[in-house]
């Protein structure tokens, strides 16, 4: 069964600060990756999706996440983080022919302005 | 707004009673998804629907959760004879069917069911 690891449980940042956050898969085939973030009180927003092509993807808010299929990973990227990204933040695969999601257990970011 | 919605948006039952949730999809939107999600960890998928058709369940849904779409539109998620360890947040998702094209889901804000 294909799964989702996020290493880093709990992150703390001051702003400006840059953030990389882990993720790795098990799966050798096809994948499609996502980053989905839940910012406090709000539901699941897509960050960004990688499908193929490019595996540097771009997303919303400044955001990036790069596809290494040698290394499973599709970690999650900012150069510069803002005190409104405080969120928790979940890595996902596609698994199986109904496009279910597996996820990772989360990664809670704070940022301190 | 025309995004998923979910009702009740917080539900808090007593041991032993029963518990019903609605998930009305974006509306051009085939696939409808139910994932629950438990403290500190990330959602779990269990049940998919296509149009009416419910075509996959996991094995995390026991007897007593039951998942209809009758009309291919809302989606209802029951849990009968309910049990402390149902407490989570019910999560609904859905997304577009196009062949061989995948697509993003697009998630509700949830139900958080609280047993006593």
Redesign the interface.
């Known amino acids: 069964a294909q799964s989702?690891s996020q290493h880093n449980h709990h992150v703390i940042l001051s702003e400006a600060a840059s953030l990389e956050l882990g993720c790795n898969y098990s799966y050798g085939g096809t994948v499609?990756l996502?980053w989905?973030v839940q910012y406090p009180g709000?539901?699941?927003?897509?960050l960004l999706?990688y499908?193929s092509g490019d595996p540097l993807v771009k997303g919303i808010k400044g955001f990036e996440a790069e596809f290494i299929k040698s290394k499973f990973s599709f970690n999650l990227r900012k150069p510069s983080v803002q005190w409104s990204d405080t969120a928790e933040y979940?890595c996902?695969v596609?698994?199986?022919g109904?496009?279910?999601?597996?996820?990772?257990?989360?990664t809670r970011l704070l940022v301190s302005p | 707004d025309t995004g998923v919605s979910q009702n009740p948006r917080h539900k808090i039952t007593k041991r032993g009673q029963n518990v019903t949730f609605r998930c009305d999809p974006i509306s051009e939107h085939n696939r409808l998804y139910w994932y629950r999600q438990t403290l500190g960890q990330g959602p779990e998928f269990l049940t998919y629907f296509q149009n009416e058709a419910q075509l996959e369940k996991s094995r995390l849904l026991s007897d007593r959760f039951s998942a209809e779409r009758p009309k291919g539109s809302f989606s209802t998620l029951e849990i009968q004879r309910t049990e402390q360890g149902d407490s989570a947040m019910y999560l609904c998702a859905s997304s577009p069917l196009v062949q061989g094209i995948t697509y993003e889901q697009y998630f509700g804000p949830g139900t958080r069911l609280t047993v006593t």
């Not at chain 1, 109904?98 to 989360?106: A, D, E, R, S």
Request: charged share 10%.
């Open positions: 989702v499609n996502f989905y709000q539901h699941l927003q897509l999706k499908f979940f996902a596609i698994s199986g109904f496009q279910k999601l597996v996820f990772g257990t989360g």
